[in-house]
């Protein structure tokens, strides 16, 4: 789960650092680089392509390729460590769908824990005068549109395998983002095409390693550990950009963090 959660934080650094080419262009070349892999995989495996739960497949991608679209236009007005930190809200979202789309219930410690989340939210819009409304309102979109991709993947169910999930996906965010950043092209220079081609390769491993450890170690001992990536990509945001976290941002982010893995555990007891 380390190293999923600093590939992921590798990879949104680099997102950082390529802040002047549009969020459509780098949706574009993280989801065609991914698509080497999830194809070489069906492939090999011999796993039909186009899986089972067709109008749920595409409409998984839909709604993923909008809220990765969100998130990678936020990081342009956000410190990262912010802006994941925000996109991290997305199962607070997912379980308020599930009430309405799974007939899930949310337990009053729940609510709780989901509270102290959002006050963490309160407190770094409020409170640190340094973070951009525009940039809030775009992670905060890309969460809940998140949210709206674990309840989806829950409908799918073990229907259709993992990997043809994650190809649809990756096939719609290519067309979607190829098609719309076709008016605002910026030809990337020297090291920018390694970097732009690598987002695919730092998402697709940062998902394998951290199925792998889902697949070797409890729910309760490893998920947890996915918020590290928080704090790796606020370490690389002050040391590779310079980015200034106010006492009350990491308060907040803190507290979204906090209440999140706290309702991660009490899920896993009440499931064991």
Known sequence: MLISTLAFACMNSIVKYLIHI??????????ISS?????????????PLLGNNKKLLILRG?????SMTFFFSSVKYLP??????????????????AIFLLNERIRKIQWLFFSMAFAGVVIIKGLDTQID????????????FSGLVYVVISKI????????????????AALVGGSLSIAKWTTPVGIEWLLLFSLGVFGFFGQVYMTKAFQIASNTQVAPLKYMEVIFTVLLGISLFGEIYTFWSLLG??????????NVIYKAKQNN
Do not use: C, E, W
Not at 22 to 31: D, E, K, L, N, P
Not at 36 to 47: A, E, M, Q, R, S
Not at 62 to 66: A, F, M, N, Y
Not at 81 to 94: D, H, K, N, Q
């Open 22 to 31: 549009s969020a459509y262009q780098i949706v574009f070349f993280r989801s």
């Open 35 to 47: 698509l080497v892999f999830t194809f070489g995989f069906l492939l090999k495996h011999k796993i």
């Open 62 to 66: 839909l709604v993923g390729v909008t």
């Open 80 to 97: 990262i460590g912010t802006a994941v930190s925000l996109r991290y809200m997305a199962p607070i979202f997912a379980a308020v769908f």
């Open 133 to 144: 409304s525009y940039g809030l309102l775009l992670a905060f979109i890309s969460a809940v």
């Open 157 to 172: 169910g073990k229907g259709d395998h993992p990997v043809v999930i994650v190809n649809y996906f990756m096939v719609i």
């Open 253 to 262: 982010i803190g507290m979204i963090i906090t209440g999140l893995i706290l």
